[in-house]
T-cell receptor
Framework: DSGVTQTPKHLITATGQRVTLRCSPRSGDLSVYWYQQSLDQGLQFLIQ?????ERAKGNILERFSAQQFPDLHSELNLSSLELGDSALYFC????WGTGGTGELFFGEGSRLTVL | SQKIEQNSEALNIQEGKTATLTCNYTNYSPAYLQWYRQDPGRGPVFLLLIRENEKEKRKERLKVTFDTTLKQSLFHITASQPADSATYLC?????????FGTGTRLQVFP
């Protein structure tokens, strides 16, 4: 158990819909990262927050947004969903911000299926 | 362009042998490189970190080397066991984010 909690574990929805994925980091970790993993793409970095502020951004679509709340949990919002958004979405946390050498602790992921 | 390349073909080895996985990168100058293990449908789990000034790092049956001249890291599992079967990911720090390779699937058969 990494200590990172993600909900929901599975989600099935239709194209055009909007979903919210939730992540609670390990106790004491200030950084939260979101990654997308699909079969043909590997782990793709989406976005990082550190202590409530956006710290780094990857190839995150404009239809996607995220935030980190004062209690350090984070939410990833995916809107106007398309079939290609079907993937595993992982949240990870670490003690350090960008540039730190700490390992990332990953949650078990949220599997999104868009029909 | 920046790339991290791991052998996309699965590596099949017999129990007891040493598995060697490769991670090559281009157009990065990472201060460190990490290796993770990922089981199907699960989140990656951190295994080892090696810094740019370290040639080699060991942890139990695991060994990682880092050659910044060749821009390559090798990940070794000695005395491999069927329980070592998984996908292994290398990751390095890009400009401002940790970038992962696509991983190599290792299958250890009895």
């Amino acid at each position: 158990d990494s200590g990172v909690t993600q909900t929901p574990k599975h989600l099935i929805t239709a194209t055009g819909q909007r979903v919210t994925l939730r992540c609670s980091p390990r106790s004491g970790d200030l950084s939260v990262y979101w990654y997308q993993q699909s079969l043909d793409q590997g782990l793709q970095f989406l976005i990082q927050y550190y202590n409530g502020e956006e710290r780094a951004k990857g190839n995150i679509l404009e239809r996607f947004s995220a935030q980190q709340f004062p209690d350090l949990h984070s939410e990833l919002n995916l809107s106007s969903l398309e079939l290609g958004d079907s993937a595993l979405y992982f949240c990870a946390s670490s003690v350090w911000g960008t540039g730190g050498t700490g390992e990332l602790f990953f949650g078990e992921g949220s599997r999104l299926t868009v029909l | 362009s920046q790339k991290i390349e791991q052998n996309s073909e699965a590596l099949n080895i017999q129990e007891g042998k040493t598995a060697t996985l490769t991670c090559n990168y281009t157009n990065y100058s990472p201060a460190y490189l990490q290796w993770y293990r990922q089981d199907p449908g699960r989140g990656p789990v951190f295994l080892l970190l090696i810094r740019e000034n370290e040639k080699e790092k060991r942890k139990e049956r695991l060994k990682v080397t880092f050659d910044t001249t060749l821009k390559q890291s090798l990940f070794h599992i000695t005395a491999s066991q069927p329980a070592d079967s998984a996908t292994y990911l290398c990751a390095l720090l890009g400009t401002d984010k940790l970038i992962f390779g696509t991983g190599t699937r290792l299958q250890v058969f009895p």
